[in-house]
């Protein structure tokens, strides 16, 4: 048996066996999702009761994949006379073509059945393995089968069509069908999933509604407005293009942005909208696919907070965590309609703004969302500061369902001292201040440019020097030479020694005299394992190799971390960084996981897989995109693009051609360096680098 297979399009996919087969239980993500609810969990194929074996796959598209099989026992010599072919796509249902083929001289006859069913699971109660409250009915009609979840104003439903007679029941489909010699047989299948209100009025949760020949369509235009990358590790071009694919696949059209994406989080858990995620997506992309930026911006504007609701931890400006339509947000078992439970979103929201400006020239969208931005700079003094201390840190509201960790390392063991201890709360990690110090500093930019408010540009530069100046003070770990995690609810370092101090170089709060010793550890044994920066540094009392967020590597953390180091001219370093993901990223066939394991890379040879991690995952599929911009040096320059390349040994000719931006399309070209050179010395951040060329 093969490993699951994938196909997806924005938040509705598939997860099956190699056979095609779905026997999802309780707790594993295996059916057939749209909206955040399972509408098939079990889809079997049989020919004369008996399962198929697999021989093949083809992965054709992200929506699109075929599954070969024969007839047999599965044992090593199989003398198959029946094959079967089942070609699947997915965009606003699920469909499947079943072609029955004889290889034989003599017609066969055979009963085929495809046993379906639904328990309709929220994907909470998937991860949490909850039992349902609703209740079940099926409808069996003269052609289609309805599977129906109901549980007070709540409907959902899958209705089962097939374009060739068949003996329906409750359990599924049942063909009984004749093959001529050297023919096929074949049926289409479509499975439609149902979203009412009890007044019979649909919901419409996803506002794309596209056939399969479209996405075909759509898919084209879209690698083909992308910038053309030419290389002479062939590696690479695999790796880009599965990148630009992937953000296809995982393009997410809410309600109120039209026919406008932006990314969803990851398959299989997070496929929605989530505020960080698509933020630093849309960072990561915006030389290459911009429109995600302006759409991510549009829609997280929206949906921005506006009162003080304890429940979804939401404050006026506050940027959302996630937005979910599955049965247990609808009746506020979870508080995810939206949630704003995290710290991170709101000044990144600024940053992203103003980085999109930088790209685009576009401020007619930063005076469009002018209010937004505003809104989002003051709740970081206003209602982020829960210890009066002039830092942002968060502690949840909703001790029920809320999240602990409102950071992008959420899980409950990420923030701790060295020994291992667990902090207390509110925390305020040190990437939070990082993120504020940007978003004032870019804030200030915007204020000045587009708003033109002199006077509250001054204040924001006022504050985010005042900010940068107390960081580096508090957050100094002195006899370590770092900057501590975060700070507790005493005000006391939490002193364990994690990435997060490269994204503190990526926004530029860190001091010059500072940025060489960060550059040391980030790229030193106890945080570079080889391939990536680990999450946590090996040595910490809490560093697993395999932990979600206390050793493993994260591709889109070393992009930032990546980012940051070349913000502060240490060029080789950064390259070296891309080097080692990209290596990795051919292990894993061009598609980055959300994480893989941070043993060192000489034990290892090859970069161990993580056991739950999402794939495809919106800011890993990002993450290559990021390096490849930080490799070449690209900085948008007024209305020029600066290229300063610095490629790591072995690269090669690299040339991306096409790239949009202000200056209407441009390329870039660089060749890998001989040799690696030793560590470089920094640069103030805040100064331009005008050493590259300068495309007019």
Same mark, same amino acid.
């Given at each position: ?5 994938? &196909? ?45 074996? /697999? ?220 505020? #960080? ?29 506006? =009162? ?65 931005? =505003? ?42 001292? #060295?020994?291992? =201890? ?39 530069? #006022? ?61 030193? /044994? ?50 070296? &960084? ?80 096409? &790239? ?37």
């Amino acid at each position: 048996m093969t490993d699951d297979v994938r &196909i997806l399009d924005g938040n509705h996919f598939v997860v099956s066996d190699g056979r095609g087969d779905i026997e999802a239980s309780p707790t594993d993500p295996d059916g057939f999702f749209a909206n955040d609810t399972r509408y098939l969990s079990t889809w079997v194929l049989t020919v004369d009761g008996h399962r198929l074996s /697999p021989l093949s796959v083809d992965d054709l598209q992200y929506f699109e994949t075929r599954f070969f099989l024969v007839v047999g026992t599965g044992t090593v010599y199989v003398d198959a006379k029946i094959s079967v072919i089942r070609h699947r796509t997915i965009s606003d249902g699920f469909q499947e073509r079943v072609s029955v083929l004889n290889h034989a001289d003599e017609p066969a006859k055979l009963t085929l059945k495809i046993a379906a069913g639904s328990d309709f699971a929220d994907l909470f109660e998937v991860k949490d393995a909850q039992k349902k409250k609703g209740s079940y009915h099926t409808e069996v009609e003269s052609d289609r089968l309805v599977l129906r979840y109901e549980r007070g104003p709540f409907h959902r439903g899958t209705a089962i069509s097939t374009s060739e007679p068949a003996q329906i029941s409750e359990d599924g489909l049942t063909y009984v069908i004749e093959v001529q010699p050297h023919d096929e047989w074949t049926t289409e299948l479509r499975a439609t999933p149902l979203m009412h209100r009890k007044d019979g009025q649909p919901i419409v949760a996803n506002g794309k509604h596209r056939e399969p020949r479209d996405l075909h369509m759509d898919l084209q235009e879209w690698i083909a407005r992308a910038p053309k990358l030419e290389c002479d590790w062939e590696p690479m071009k695999v790796t880009y293009r599965r990148s630009i694919v992937d953000l296809a696949a995982l393009r997410f059209a809410p309600a109120i942005a039209g026919r406008h994406s932006l990314p969803a989080a990851g398959l299989p858990w997070f496929m929605t909208m989530f505020g #960080r995620d698509s933020i630093f997506t849309s960072l990561q992309a915006l030389p290459f696919v911009p429109e995600l930026a302006e759409t991510t911006l549009r829609v997280l504007g929206r949906w921005q907070g506006t =009162r003080v609701d304890d429940f979804r931890d939401e404050d006026p400006g506050r940027i959302l965590h996630e937005m979910r339509y599955g049965e247990l947000s609808a009746f506020e078992e979870r508080p995810h309609t939206p949630y704003y439970g995290t710290a991170d979103a709101t000044p990144l929201y600024v940053v992203l703004l103003d980085e999109y400006e930088r790209w685009s020239g576009d401020t007619n969208l930063v005076r469009d969302l002018e209010y937004e931005a =505003r809104a989002a700079l003051n709740w970081i003094d206003e209602y982020a500061d829960l210890m009066d201390n002039g830092y942002i840190s968060y502690e949840r509201r909703n001790k029920e369902t809320g999240l602990e960790n409102q950071c992008w390392k959420d899980s409950w063991d990420s923030i701790a001292y #060295r020994d291992g =201890r667990i902090p207390g709360f509110p925390r305020a990690t040190a990437e939070l201040q990082g993120y504020a110090y940007d978003a004032k500093v870019r804030g200030a930019r915007l204020a000045r440019l587009v708003w033109h408010d002199n006077a509250y540009a001054e204040r924001l530069e #006022r504050e985010a020097a005042d900010l940068k100046r107390r960081f580096n003070r508090d957050f100094w770990v002195a006899d370590g030479d770092y900057y501590a995690l975060a700070l507790d609810q005493d005000g006391a370092q939490v002193d364990a020694l994690a990435s997060n101090i490269g994204h503190l170089l990526w926004s530029g709060i860190v001091e010059q005299e500072k940025a060489q010793a960060i550059a040391k550890h980030l790229l030193g /044994p106890k945080l570079f394992s080889g391939w990536g920066v680990r999450t946590m540094a090996e040595g910490e009392h809490r560093y697993n190799p395999i932990g979600y967020h206390v050793g493993t590597v994260w591709p889109f953390d070393s992009s930032i971390v990546a980012w940051g180091l070349r913000r502060y001219g240490f060029k080789e370093e950064a390259a070296r &960084i891309a080097d080692g993901i990209l290596e990795a990223a051919e292990f894993f066939n061009g598609r980055l996981p959300e994480a893989f394991g941070g043993y060192e890379r000489a034990l290892t040879k090859y970069p161990v897989q993580y056991p739950t991690a999402c794939s495809p995952q919106a800011w890993s599929s990002g993450a290559p995109l990021l390096l490849l911009r930080t490799m070449l040096g690209l900085e948008p320059l007024g209305e020029h693009l600066v290229v300063d390349p610095a490629l790591p040994e072995g690269v090669g000719r690299v040339e991306l051609l096409d &790239i949009p931006g202000r200056w209407g399309r441009l390329d870039a070209f660089g060749r890998g360096r001989v040799a690696m050179a030793p560590m470089s010395m920094g640069r103030d951040p805040m100064e331009a680098d005008h050493s590259g060329t300068v495309a007019p």
